[in-house]
Structures are given as structure tokens and as C-alpha cells.
């Protein structure tokens, strides 16, 4: 199984803070890594894939970037809306596999 | 717009079976693969399996061995079964779909709790 590493697991931000999120994978998993925010109580969704791909209905103010086994997603200027835990998967073989997360708090 | 509805027993008793049905609208089964991610409360995503709408099946190795997933087109279904339940099954158990061609799960259910105590 690949094991995903997501660090912090958790950070306490401003509003109009820049805030980076990292994923490290135990293998090269070749930009097959998507990044889901979870809001309590809601399912997962979807925020960017193939490490850099903007979903649809994302803010542009979230970016990624990475290859290998290095990842980042980053928060160019949080929101009120974007309190909320971030999870890393690699979709690169299965079983399918998630960070432990990342819970953005409010500071 | 595809959406998808988890539905089954909230509560199982330890040593029983877990049996959760999706039910899929607004789109067609075929061609996708279809999922099962459960968290406990408080905790991390973890994936259970997938099935294609074939049948063809990837399980979580950590979840194998009590893991059975099936799918019925003609009734826009698809399940899961758990055997041997303990109170470490007991989390929100999510249904979703990948992608076409970008095997992401792109949708996903509510969740629904299922609670495994005697």
C-alpha cells in the first residue's frame, strides 16, 4: 500500500492568511494525487486532482503543485468558508489511500 | 447531476453483517467505478473498496477478508456487505463515483452512521 504523509495535522490561520498544506507520498505516485476539503458533518469535496487541475467549482485561490512523491496545496488567501479539514488521496494504485488530514482552524 | 443515497440498518450488532445499499440518479451506472470510503467519528477517511459496473472488484486489503461488494444496473444499486462486525466498523459510511477517465471520486453521498453495539 502507499502510504500518504500529510503534515501539519492541524494549523490555526487568519483570514487572508497564506496557508500551505503538504502530502508526501511512500512512493513515486506520478501527480495521481487529488485534494478533497471536508466540512463537518458533509462529505468530502473535491478541490483540485492531478495535483494541479482546478476542480469546476473550486475558488481560483486554491492551488497545487508537486510530482513525485512531494505535494502541496495551498490556501492563497483563506476564507471564512475554508475552516475545514483537507485530505490528500493518491489515486495512483489501489487500495486507494488518504492523509491522516488537516483541520484549519480559526486564529 | 448524479447523486447518490446511502440507505441501511444505523445500528449492528457485533459479529453480524453490515449491509448497505446506494442508490444512484441522474446518470447511468455503466462504464464507472463505484466506491465505498467509511470514518470513524473524529477520524481519517479510509478507503473499503470499489466495484466497476461489470462486477470487477478492488478491496482494501486491510478489509478483505469480511468485504463483499455488489452491483445491480437495473436498479441503479450498488453494496456493500461487511462481515464479523466489531465496534472498530462502527463510522459514517460514505458511497461515491470516480470520474470517467480520472479515477477521482468526484461524487459522493451524505453518509450515513452506522453504529455497531450490542
Given amino acids: 500500500d502507499i502510504q500518504m504523509t500529510q503534515s501539519p495535522s492541524s494549523l490555526s490561520a487568519s483570514v487572508g492568511d497564506r496557508v500551505t498544506i503538504t502530502c508526501r507520498a511512500s512512493q513515486d505516485i506520478s501527480n495521481s494525487l487529488t485534494w478533497y476539503q471536508q466540512k463537518p458533518g458533509k462529505a468530502p469535496k473535491v478541490l483540485l486532482y492531478a495535483t494541479s487541475r482546478l476542480e469546476s467549482e473550486a475558488p481560483s485561490r486554491f492551488s497545487g503543485s508537486?510530482?513525485?512523491?512531494?505535494?502541496?496545496?495551498?490556501?492563497?488567501?483563506?476564507?471564512?468558508?475554508?475552516?475545514?479539514?483537507?485530505?490528500?488521496?493518491?489515486?495512483?494504485?489501489?487500495?486507494?489511500?488518504?492523509?491522516?488530514?488537516?483541520?484549519v482552524e480559526i486564529k | 447531476?448524479?447523486?447518490?443515497?446511502?440507505?441501511?440498518?444505523?445500528?449492528?450488532?457485533?459479529?453480524?453483517?453490515?449491509?448497505?445499499?446506494?442508490?444512484?440518479?441522474?446518470?447511468?451506472?455503466?462504464?464507472?467505478?463505484?466506491s465505498w470510503v467509511?470514518?470513524?467519528?473524529?477520524?481519517?477517511?479510509?478507503?473499503i473498496g470499489r466495484i466497476y459496473s461489470s462486477g470487477s472488484t478492488n478491496y482494501n486489503p486491510s478489509l478483505k477478508s469480511r468485504v463483499t461488494m455488489s452491483v445491480d444496473t437495473s436498479k441503479n444499486q450498488f453494496s456493500l456487505k461487511v462481515d464479523s462486525v466489531t465496534a472498530a466498523d462502527t463510522a459514517v459510511y460514505y458511497c461515491a463515483r470516480e470520474g470517467g477517465t480520472v479515477t477521482v471520486l468526484f461524487y459522493w453521498g451524505q453518509g450515513t452512521l452506522v453504529t455497531v453495539s450490542s
Fill in chain 2, 38 to 47: 467509511r470514518q470513524p467519528a473524529g477520524k481519517g477517511l479510509e478507503w
Fill in chain 2, 1 to 34: 447531476q448524479v447523486q447518490l443515497q446511502e440507505s441501511g440498518p444505523g445500528l449492528v450488532k457485533p459479529s453480524e453483517t453490515l449491509s448497505l445499499t446506494c442508490t444512484v440518479s441522474g446518470g447511468s451506472m455503466s462504464n464507472y467505478y463505484w
Fill in chain 1, 66 to 103: 508537486g510530482s513525485g512523491t512531494d505535494y502541496t496545496l495551498t490556501i492563497s488567501s483563506l476564507q471564512p468558508e475554508d475552516f475545514a479539514t483537507y485530505y490528500c488521496q493518491q489515486y495512483y494504485s489501489t487500495p486507494r489511500t488518504f492523509g491522516q488530514g488537516t483541520k
